[in-house]
């Protein structure tokens, strides 16, 4: 099968075709009927990252990627979710939101760690910005984001992935993720564990399905691994918290 970005490589351009929208209509049966063909009955799926989730409306993608929502609600300061990601062990967020979307958390976070006796410095911060319900635009895009992940894991490091809600693009990036990196052999493969991961998210009841559209599902379905993939020069990662 050749992926979305197989067959655009010639312009640099994702430029997907955008079907109906699921919470609508056929769009919404036909991802219903997707998502069901994922779960045979008679191939359960079984988790293979064991550790608690930091957040109730997170998953460990990977033993070294938690997936989640946006991580602060300056309305409840008291409850700071990433106090939470941090004391697992994430030490770099990588955020798909778009400038201006939400409140910045970039300054809080770097205060957070300090109070929770983590060295400042050896805290990064990643914008990768997708529009809401949306896909990523280019194939050096995802290349960026793939390196980030893939520099961090090489290190030990733990990341963490957010979009607004955790839903749309996050389960898009994540599930690329898992075929880029080996985790899952094919984007059909990824997109069955993260709809066993989903599954037990706070919100399912909410939004019962990540990724969010029907084109986000298609373009992770379709996904193909590209390594190797272009080396990322020292100035790309974004330390945004100094000693």
């Given at each position: 099968m050749?992926?979305f ?10 430029s997907?075709?955008?079907?109906s929208p699921?919470?609508?209509?056929r ?5 219903q009927r997707?998502?069901?063909a994922l ?7 079984i988790?293979r990252v064991?550790s608690?989730r ?10 070294l990627?938690?997936?989640c929502e946006?991580p602060?609600?300056p309305?409840d300061?008291n409850?700071?979710?990433?106090d ?8 770099t967020?990588?955020d ?5 979307e939400?409140?910045p958390y970039e300054?809080?976070l ?12 050896t ?6 910005p ?5 896909l990523?635009?280019s194939i050096?895009?995802?290349d960026q984001v793939?390196?980030?992940?893939r520099l961090n ?5 733990v990341?963490?992935i957010?979009?607004r809600?955790?839903?749309?693009r ?5 599930g690329c ?12 493969e990824a ?11 706070e919100?399912?009841?909410r ?5 969010e ?18 080396k990322l ?11």
């Amino acid at each position: 099968m050749t992926s979305f970005f197989h067959r655009l490589a010639g312009s640099g351009t994702v430029s997907p075709s955008f079907d109906s929208p699921p919470t609508s209509g056929r769009g919404l049966q036909r991802l219903q009927r997707k998502i069901k063909a994922l779960r045979p009955a008679e191939k359960p799926y079984i988790r293979r990252v064991g550790s608690p989730r930091p957040l109730p409306n997170s998953y460990w993608a990977t033993p070294l990627l938690v997936a989640c929502e946006y991580p602060w609600t300056p309305k409840d300061p008291n409850n700071p979710k990433l106090d939470d990601l941090l004391r697992v062990g994430v030490r770099t967020f990588i955020d798909l939101t778009e400038d201006g979307e939400l409140l910045p958390y970039e300054d809080i976070l770097c205060k957070r760690a300090g109070l929770l006796g983590i060295d400042p410095s050896t805290i990064e911060y990643h914008r990768f910005p997708i529009r809401d319900r949306s896909l990523p635009n280019s194939i050096d895009f995802m290349d960026q984001v793939f390196i980030t992940l893939r520099l961090n894991e090489q290190r030990g490091r733990v990341s963490a992935i957010h979009c607004r809600g955790g839903i749309g693009r996050t389960g898009v990036v994540v599930g690329c993720w898992l075929v880029e990196s080996g985790a899952a052999c094919s984007g059909e493969e990824a997109l069955r564990i993260i709809d066993a991961e989903w599954r037990s998210v706070e919100k399912c009841n909410r939004y019962p399905h990540s990724p969010e559209t029907g084109p986000q599902f298609d373009f992770v379905f379709n996904f193909e691994r590209r390594s190797p993939i272009p080396k990322l020069s020292a100035n790309r990662a974004e330390v945004v918290c100094r000693a």
